[in-house]
């Protein structure tokens, strides 16, 4: 699971100024972010590290906030060999919560904390937000298929051994068929977290971010 590029925290500061100082920086842009006292309470991250990403983010995004279109230039950095623009399309959605069409310090906060320091109930719930495109509480194949074809799409045609072109298509319906138990031709958030956690591959790569911060 890709993480949104704004985490990669430049400081161009020899060390992580105090509080005073972070709040009085937080009040210049445009989006005014909440206290770091709340977010570290509604998050799992320290004072400390909140500083160094808020840091990191302003970096990239000045404004506070980050439209479509900047958190898809950001994204395509990190693979340049492939076409990142429909992923960056559906992981942007899963971090703007409040759907107003931008990402927030604040929205980007409470997205890294499950994917990195959550629980696997946590991130499994949010990887089914992800999956769930239009938000009705069902995945369907077609929604999956989606995914998929923007994951191959920005990992490039060029990986090695080469992708099929059906590829995504087959990886689809085989976990489909896993996790779709009633086969209603919907997968639900309880069908997906059981899979899931049954997928020894999918465990192991829930693990792999815990300690990135």
């Known amino acids: ?10 400081t161009t500061s020899p060390a992580i100024q105090n509080t005073v100082e972070d709040e009085m920086e937080m009040a210049t842009v445009r989006h005014r972010p909440e ?13 400390k ?14 404004s506070g906030i980050v439209n479509e279109e900047t958190f898809k230039e950001i994204y395509s950095q990190f693979f340049p060999q492939g076409d990142s623009t429909t992923y960056a399309h559906f992981l942007f959605n899963a971090f703007d919560t409040d ?17 990195l320091r959550g629980t696997v109930q946590e991130k499994l719930n949010w990887a089914f937000n992800l999956y769930d495109i239009n938000k009705d509480g069902y995945i369907t194949k077609e929604e999956m298929l989606d995914i998929m074809k923007a994951i191959y799409d920005m990992m490039g045609k060029y990986t090695y051994p080469v992708v099929k072109e059906d590829a995504p298509r087959q990886h689809v319906e085989t976990f489909f068929q896993k996790m779709d138990k009633n086969k209603d031709g919907v997968v639900t958030i309880d069908e ?22």
Not at 1 to 10: D, E, F, R
């Open 35 to 47: 206290a770091l006292e709340q977010l570290e309470a509604q998050s799992k991250f320290t004072k």
């Open 192 to 213: 997906f977290i059981e899979s899931c956690q049954k997928d020894e591959n999918i465990m192991r790569s829930m693990q792999l971010f815990e300690n990135v911060i």
């Open 49 to 62: 590290e909140l500083q160094i990403l808020y840091r990191g983010f302003k970096n990239e995004c000045p």
């Open 1 to 10: 699971m890709k993480l949104l590029p704004c985490s990669a925290a430049k």
């Open 99 to 115: 759907h107003n069409g931008s990402v927030s310090f604040e929205d980007f906060i409470r997205g890294l904390s499950i994917l």
